[in-house]
């Protein structure tokens, strides 16, 4: 089907699409996000009954969004090093 001749042209791909997002991980250390889900993780180690299981779903997602961030934070320390090598010659 072809495309419509009056649709909005597709947003910038420059264009942050969650900003807030993207300036945490710019300036975040490992503290930061240590202090970002560490009371998630402790609230949801509380939960009793039949919401406990739920909170270890929750739980292993966090974990894996942690481990991502550190990643990120990694990458971002490495590009970060290169960049000032460059610099340095």
């Known amino acids: ?40 993780k402790d609230g949801l180690s509380g939960l009793k009954g039949p919401k406990a299981e739920q909170a270890k779903k929750v739980g292993k997602a966090i974990e894996k969004t942690q481990e991502l961030l550190s990643h990120l934070l990694q990458v971002r320390e490495k590009l970060e090093a290169q960049r000032k090598g460059k610099g340095a010659r």
């Open 1 to 40: 089907m072809p495309p419509a001749k009056n649709q909005p042209p597709p947003a910038a791909a420059a264009e942050p699409l969650y900003p807030a997002i993207e300036g945490f991980i710019e300036k975040a250390t490992a503290d930061d996000i240590a202090a970002l889900f560490d009371p998630l």
